[in-house]
């Protein structure tokens, strides 16, 4: 570490002297002046880090001198050396900022030498308790930096930041670009030139490795004071910040009349630096991850539309398919029937087959009606298991002569669900169908009914040869059977029944033999 740097200003030579050979021999590096011209000169030019000055000068007061230091130098220390010691001269001194009173004259060097220690302790106290008190704020500051994701909104936040608690109405954001060149992103009140301006200042500004600290006058870069001057500032800060492959200059300045700038400010400074590239660091992810979002939403949305647009086509396709083979039947059959050499009975079966394919293709055209527009019938509170009896009742003939047996196991604590009767009454009707359409040749069909969390699940386990494992995805598509007439469209109503209840329509895997389809139905219902 650096020995203290000490200034020692007395009207008197041997008062100078005496105190230089001290302070030397104590490891100081004095200098001694006894012209205030000649000091405040140095003062203006060189780093000082204290000053020990006489009160009582003929030309020039030595609270003046103390003023002229403190302007250019706001963290220099100073010890005030007299041979009055009043109380008035301590009133003022201490309102001042002095850091040490030193009687004369001094016996032994001792006592100057404790005096210079104390000044110098008492200084570092000062400036550790202000730059305390300076970043107490900050933690509130970052709060609100961090909140903001939105880059634009977060550059201006930063120079609020800047300028409220630096006391300074001139702040910018630069950052450099790939091929080093200084951009100005942002600013408030005056800023320096970035690498447009085509200035010999932005290469000084652009080489800055570290933080530093420009006053208009006083000790400092002689090309950085002159464009302060130039811009009416009294001083500047600026705090070059790299961060990953980022890097960035924040610039704070004060106009000419403001006080200046200390280490305080500084340290605040660098910290409030930090706090604002990672808070754009944030902002910037953020801003990535929300133009990734809405290019995935967008995807979709595509995806989305390309889906509806193929499911639309099979699906005209299908229709087309469904409707033109009853039509083509009908077409012939009348042709057929209008020959003059066909007999009575021939014409007859003709008319007949024309009419039950005109039978099937109303029918076809109703099931498409009950798919895409079900019925809006205010849903009603139903007993599930009642509800099945009265199906099983309606279709026990059919059932019976096929051979098929039936089991029915419903609790006596199923609870009601809230749905429109006649439709589920159709759904459990398909499903029955579509068993006894699978059991050819007899069999078994399990109805198995039970509470569920949040409603009620039914069971159809037929004994039929099942679904293959290729043809599961599909089984619920418009217009896909596995029937010969079949339409295609009962597994297709009944899924849509059940879903514009809030409910779902499943067919459950390894649960052979057979297909077993899950019905569940919410207890409050879904329309």
């Known amino acids: 570490m650096n020995s203290p740097i000490v200034l020692v200003l007395d009207d008197e030579p041997g008062i100078t002297m005496l105190c230089k050979r001290i302070l030397s021999r104590a490891g100081f590096e004095t200098a001694a002046l006894t012209d205030p011209r000649q000091a405040m000169n140095l003062i203006a030019t060189q780093k000082i880090d204290l000053l020990v000055v006489d009160i009582r000068m003929p030309e020039v007061d030595g609270f003046d001198v103390i003023s002229f230091a403190q302007q250019h130098q ?15 001269t301590a009133i003022r001194a201490l309102r001042q900022g002095v850091d ?29 308790a202000a730059r305390i008190q300076a970043l107490r704020p900050l933690f509130a500051v970052t709060e609100s930096l961090f909140s903001e994701t939105r880059p634009e909104p977060l550059l201006d936040l930063i120079l609020t930041a800047v300028c409220g608690h630096l006391r300074c109405s001139h702040a910018a954001f630069y950052q450099f670009s790939a091929d080093g060149d200084l951009r100005l992103l942002a600013s408030r009140g005056k800023s320096l030139p970035d690498s447009k301006s085509k200035k010999p200042i932005v290469d000084q500004i652009a080489a800055l490795d570290a933080s530093l600290i420009v006053h208009a006058s006083g000790p400092g870069d002689a090309g950085l004071q002159a464009e302060l001057s130039r811009l009416d500032l009294s001083g500047a800060l600026f705090a070059p910040i790299a961060r990953l492959d980022v890097r960035s200059m924040l610039f704070a300045g004060r106009s000419a009349g403001d006080l200046p700038f200390s280490d305080s400010d500084l340290e605040m400074f660098l910290v409030l630096g930090r706090q604002a590239v990672i808070a754009l660091e944030n902002a910037r992810l953020y801003a990535e991850l929300r133009d990734y979002v809405r290019r995935v939403e967008e995807s979709q949305q595509a995806l989305l539309q390309a889906e509806k647009m193929a499911a639309a086509g099979r699906l005209t396709a299908s229709i087309a398919h469904e409707i033109n083979n009853p039509l083509q039947a009908v077409q012939n059959c009348i042709h057929l029937a209008g020959r003059g ?10 008319f007949g087959l024309a009419q039950a394919e005109l039978d099937r293709l109303q029918t076809t055209v109703q099931r498409m009606l009950d798919f895409y527009r079900p019925n809006a019938v205010n849903p009603t509170r139903v007993d599930v ?22 089991k029915l196991d419903v609790p006596s604590s199923l609870p009601e669900i809230l749905v429109v009767s006649s439709q589920l009454q159709q759904v459990f009707i398909n499903l029955v169908l579509n068993a006894f359409d699978a059991m050819e040749k007899g069999g078994d069909l399990k109805i198995n009914a039970r509470p569920a969390r949040g409603g009620v699940e039914i069971l159809f386990q037929d004994s039929g040869p099942g679904v293959p494992a290729e043809r599961r995805t599909s089984i619920f ?21 059940v879903t514009a209840h809030g409910g779902s329509l499943d067919l459950l895997g390894e649960r052979g033999p057979g297909a077993c389809f899950r019905v569940f139905l919410p207890s409050g219902g879904g329309v």
């Open 385 to 406: 298991a009642e509800l099945l009896r009265h199906v099983l009742g309606l279709m026990s003939r059919q059932l019976e002569e096929r051979g098929i047996r039936v």
């Open 100 to 128: 040490g009173l030193l009687l004369k004259p001094f016996q032994q060097g001792d006592e100057l030498i404790q005096a210079v220690k104390l000044a110098l302790d008492d200084n570092q106290k000062k400036r550790d």
């Open 341 to 350: 050499d066909l007999p009575v009975e021939k014409r007859q079966e003709y």
């Open 74 to 88: 706001p963290d220099i220390a100073v010890l005030v050396m007299t041979g009055f010691g009043t109380v008035e």
């Open 477 to 497: 598509d418009p217009f896909y059977s596995t029937k010969t007439g079949g339409t295609g469209l009962g597994l297709t109503v009944s899924y849509n029944i």
